[in-house]
């Protein structure tokens, strides 16, 4: 009865405490004074691209930077105009105006659960070692930027184009003027998104598929975690909150026992690897030091 009174005590703290986990990071930024832009409008977009810059940095650790360098720009360019939502708050720590533009060093809080849910769904994570094939088609009437939007957002996604592939998403015109409409199909199933912002539309959909139950991570494994030698469970809780900082090794982590003994106190997580030999690395740096001994195990714990 105590033993299950305490882990569900624990548990409960730790959904109150680490439910909105958000993390500050600092950025600096420089945006370059464009020909008739007015001092508001230079302000506006050099926040926006240190809002990016920062979601960025932890899109980037959670992703252990597996995207390479042509992705990553393009995730950049993706969260310029899409970095608000998982914006918290932020501090301007300088402002500085040149000639040439502004130069500004933002202090910034990400909303990094919503961020890894988000980026599950965009499919970042299930392609980050190996494309998706999918067929994608688009109107004839596109213009040469709309094509170029659209073959970004492929590129981004981690797709190959192979004709007649599924899953399949047609990108068509909307009925009312200056909107997108997009078709997800796969499994006899198919979703449709209509928005004026092309990327929304896209990634309105993709969700249906990276997010279907059957493809969870690619490669992932569901494990259970099992430390021991704690003198006390304020020592499961400080490991509990740095278990779920290490994003871009396990994902899903959630504390479900508590072990109460006389020589100590143990506890057990079930989680999702994505990265075996990091969380090694991870575990062996941070636990035998403090007198930890753990051992994974798997499927989840029952």
């Avoid at 918290?88 to 809080?109: E, P």
């Avoid at 975690?225 to 994003?247: A, N, T």
């Avoid at 999702?272 to 001994?293: A, C, E, H, M």
């Amino acid at each position: 009865m105590m033993r299950n009174f305490l882990l569900l005590l624990f548990l409960a703290c730790s959904v109150l405490c680490f439910s909105g986990q958000s993390f500050a990071g600092q950025v600096q930024v420089f945006k370059a004074l464009e020909e008739g832009m007015s001092p508001m409008q230079l302000r506006s977009q050099a926040m926006d691209e240190g809002f990016a810059q920062a979601v960025l940095e932890e899109a980037q650790v959670m992703l252990s930077n597996g995207l390479g360098e042509e992705r990553a720009a393009l995730l950049k360019e993706y969260f310029v105009g899409h970095a608000k939502p998982y914006i918290q708050g932020y501090k301007i720590i300088s402002s500085q105006i040149f000639d040439s533009g502004l130069s500004l060093v933002l202090d910034v809080r990400v909303d990094r659960k919503t961020l890894r849910d988000d980026l599950k769904g965009m499919g970042l994570f299930a392609t980050a070692q190996a494309v998706q094939t999918a067929s994608v088609s688009w109107p004839e009437g596109l213009s040469g930027e709309e094509i170029l939007a659209v073959r970004k957002l492929v590129s981004l996604t981690g797709l190959e184009i192979v004709e007649g592939a599924f899953p399949s998403f047609a990108l068509e015109y909307g009925a009312e003027k200056g909107t997108y409409k997009g078709r997800l199909a796969y499994d006899d199933q198919e979703w449709i998104s209509i928005n004026a912002d092309m990327a929304a539309a896209w990634f309105t959909l993709w969700p249906r598929f990276f997010n279907r139950p059957q493809s969870a991570v690619a490669r992932s494994t569901g494990q259970s975690l099992v430390v021991s030698g704690w003198f006390s469970p304020d020592g499961v809780m400080e490991f509990d909150r740095i278990l779920k900082k290490w994003d871009a090794a396990v994902q899903n982590a959630e504390l479900v026992d508590l072990d109460m003994q006389s020589t100590g106190v143990g506890a057990t997580w079930s989680l999702v690897i994505l990265n075996q030999d990091r969380l090694n690395t991870l575990l062996n740096s941070f636990l035998p030091q403090r007198g930890l001994s753990f051992h994974l195990t798997e499927g989840g714990a029952k």
